[in-house]
């Protein structure tokens, strides 16, 4: 008999499978096509894509305009103002990494005029309640830091009422 | 393409399993052999596996031969795991039938299969956010209560539907799920219990949701040459289609009380088949949340648009109605084992059909049923229609 004891470390480093914001590397193997647009949060802009052939209005960024496949985008910056199309409170089932922050309201909100020449965008809001919102209201978005693990810094947006 | 029927069905119990994914495949493998007793599993040539998220739930990718291992079948024709979310199970019946109309499998196999219950559930929903884009609404928390809450509040603000028009779907589902032994929850409920059970996203509350399930359900398909030896009540698979409208981030969807991808894969189907929504004698459909399934009546033509919250209030879509819906209780009483459920609504049809099911929840003279699966938040659709008639000897409706 030769048993063998293979000891495991107490702790792992946090998994890619829960991150989030797991995206969002400039170079190397994990590096995205997109990454100008976390380096403009990372200014203070979140921004679309305006394609400079055809005209249409993208979001989220990509590097080819889907509708006529053209490589010509611009940054265009999300309008400061936007209206409040719906939203609700997660109050059970919060995913792993933003469990502590929960229960907060998840909302969908349109910028500019939408469809024609806007944009729909999905956000959180941490600064207000489901109670105190209702459909219509006013609001902007605003910059995100997502600080950690260890001193890993990214960045992200998120709704407030205006 | 050839005529081609569903010779055999079984399922396992649905719910908060003590069974592993291997486990779950052999109950459901096992259940089907016993219901086609003259079926020699050498006679299998294809097999085709629905399943969501294995690589996630139960860390195994490659799913399709461990099947194969665990039933004793050796795949000489077609074998593939299908994955589209929510109608990865649907999507399995849809190329085993694909196959054996084409002429290539003879007697083609189907396992849609999910383990979802595991002691990490903050880690299962970490899962769900992956259906929807995942850098972009998935790190906004966009599980599916959220997003089917936003639709909820939209199609009330939109169409006045009332938040006891939500309640009263799982009502009508609760009670067919009471007279159906496989179900996760098999007790009534009424409107006060439903509106005043936990919050989860409002509008909507824990029993506005379908549950977080472990369940498998298999099917044998067979070519009509191939059907005849094997049973003397086949169902006929006659149509099937799908539709995305390129939407998969917030910014594609539109408005969200408007299901666009929906009504144009009805409108497809209907077509397909020359048949009217009145002509449907069971619509299984995608209950994942009682807002989705008002949403349904609507798109799929059997009441007009907006007035879905109506129609269940009237009790249009009870047996006995304008079309039975979900007699079998639906998600909302079964439970969504994600690859599981289309197969689960195929195993439904089959058992209305043959007339095995308790009498409470039993279509008597059903000819025609289709089966509804969406996926993810909505963005995909899957309709699959289901007959005593062959798809070649039948001029449905006019
Ligand atoms: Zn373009």
Redesign the interface.
Known sequence: MARRVLELPDTVPLSPIIDLWDQQEPDGPDATGIYDFYRNLADGELTGQKCLSCGKLIFPPQIICPSCNSTELEWVKIPEEGELYAFTELKLGAPIIVENYAPFVIAVARFGNYPENGFQISGMMFDESYEELKIGDRITWDILEIKGPGDKKRYWYYFRKL | MRNVAIVGAGITKFGVREAGWKDLVQEAGKAVFDDVPNLDKKEIDSLIVGAAQPE?WINQTHVAPLVAELLGIEVKRVISRTEVACASGQAAIRYAWLAVAMGLSDVAMVVGVEKMNTRFM??S??S??NVG???????????A??FF??VA??HM?DFGTTREQLAMVRVKNAEYGSYNPYAQFQKKVTVEKVIES???????T?FDCSAITDGACALILASEEKAKQLTDTPVWIVGGVQHVD?AH???Q??D?SHWVGLRKAAKDLYEMLNIKPDDIDIAEVHDCFTISEILEYEELGFCKKGEGGKFIEEGQSYIGGKVAVNPGGGLLSNGHPLGATGVRQAWEIVMQFRGEVPKERYVGGAELGIAHNLSGMAQLHHIMAYSLKKRSDVKFGR
């Open positions: 996630r903050n880690f929903q970490s769900m956010i884009n995942r850098e972009f609404d998935g790190a906004n928390g966009f599980t209560p959220p809450a936003l509040q939209r603000h936990r919050m989860v996203a409002p509008p909507l824990l390129y981030t917030t910014n969807m539109g969200l």
